[in-house]
């Protein structure tokens, strides 16, 4: 089943992304672009909710709805 969790990205001054998440506890992620980040970060949030399963309080994820907002990240 695919749900939806909030990442949130930040450029740092090193030049590369960070991302981190409020919905799942101890997710962080870094890229050189943010397409690498999010790879990584999806990557890393499987995993965590693969042991966190076992103590839902620690998620809030919802279902993805019949329409949502997806912001398109692209290079030109």
Known sequence: MEQIINIHIE?????VYLAT???ILG???QGRTVSETL???RD????????QDKDPSKMKINP???K???PLVIGV
């Open 64 to 66: 993805i709805a019949e």
């Open 11 to 15: 450029k740092l001054n090193e030049g």
């Open 44 to 51: 890393i949030a499987k995993k965590l909710l693969e042991e």
């Open 27 to 29: 997710l962080v992620a």
């Open 68 to 70: 949502f907002d997806y």
């Open 21 to 23: 998440s409020d919905d």
């Open 39 to 41: 790879e990584i970060a």
